[in-house]
């Protein structure tokens, strides 16, 4: 921090002492205004020395200055200063470090969007670079960290799993490979996730064919989820809840659909902590297509 920046920051805290003894009262008020007016000042003045900076008619001065704030992590400053010296060193040998910086600058600032570009762009540029592997892996994993929460569109999630899968494909011996492989089992859950709760809201509203539609779809799209019992189960309970709403002409086919799932059941997961539970919807099926039939032979033709 400039001395100038210091100072002001010190002269907000005696101006907040000085206004609080004075003013008791509205004092959450007074520290609140008092603080935003000197970090406007202060603001103010760091943006006033940047762009005295950026003024400055050397390049390598302005050069050297954009390496100390990289290094001090003021990746803003960092990156206005690398925007403005890059047409000087586009012919030079010092452009390759000043695009890989100026790429990282977007990351750490957490501009992922514009970082996946500009890692994209140095690979274009320098397709031999020694840092081409890092900066491969870095364009995937900026995809990555774009992947929002489950409920949301999963676009950047799936891009972000085939660029992990072609960075492991095309670097066979990196040593990146293991985290690319469990970003990959990462990004694979969320997709998951939100299938699994698109199902459950089903479901949960009393859609209950489309329930067991989308459970079903669930299962085959994860056949290796830890989660397959508990899919299954909810197929079960789906497809009955759905055969006890059924007009009375459909629901000995809809039980047995239930009977066929239960099944499916103890054949697939013989050792789930759910079988008791999908054998009650097995045996409760299997009672309702009794009475229905009982039914259907005491009702005169």
Not at 140 to 169: R, V, W
Not at 199 to 217: K, M, S
Not at 232 to 238: H, Q, R, T, V
Not at 259 to 284: G, M, Q
Request: aromatic share 14%; hydrophobic share 35%.
């Amino acid at each position: 921090m400039c001395k100038f920046c210091w100072y002001l920051l010190t002269l907000q805290t005696f101006m907040i002492s000085m206004f609080t003894s004075v003013l008791k009262r509205n004092r959450s008020l007074l520290v609140i205004v008092a603080g935003m007016l000197f970090t406007g000042i202060l603001l103010s003045s760091c943006s006033k020395g940047i762009s005295k900076l950026l003024k400055n008619p050397d390049p390598a001065y302005k050069l050297r200055m954009a390496e100390q704030f990289f290094v001090k992590k003021q990746y803003t400053k960092a990156q206005q200063v690398y925007e403005d010296v890059m047409p000087y060193y586009k012919a030079s040998k010092e452009f390759e470090d000043i695009y890989y910086k100026y790429a990282y600058c977007a990351y750490h600032l957490g501009d992922f969007m514009n970082a996946e570009n500009l890692f994209k762009s140095y690979l274009e540029i320098f397709p031999n670079s020694t840092k081409a592997e890092e900066v491969d892996y870095m364009r995937a994993y900026s995809y990555y960290k774009q992947s929002p929460k489950p409920e949301l569109d999963q676009t950047s999630t799936i891009k972000a799993m085939g660029m992990m899968q072609t960075f492991i494909n095309t670097h066979p011996g990196s040593p990146r490979n293991k985290e690319a492989t469990e970003i990959i089992d990462i990004c694979r859950a969320k997709l998951e996730l939100k299938d699994f709760k698109s199902a459950q809201l089903y479901y949960d509203i009393g859609q209950f064919r489309a329930a067991g539609v989308a459970f079903t779809a669930l299962m085959n799209s994860y056949p290796e989820s830890l989660r397959g019992d508990e899919y299954k189960l909810m197929i079960i309970k789906s497809y009955y809840r759905f055969a006890e709403l059924s007009i009375e002409e459909k629901k000995v086919e809809r039980f047995e659909q239930v009977i066929n799932e239960c099944y499916e059941f103890t054949d697939r997961f013989p050792d789930s902590k759910l079988k008791k539970e999908a054998d009650e919807f097995l045996n409760l099926s299997q009672t309702n297509i009794k009475n229905l039939n009982n039914e259907q032979t005491k009702t005169p033709a």
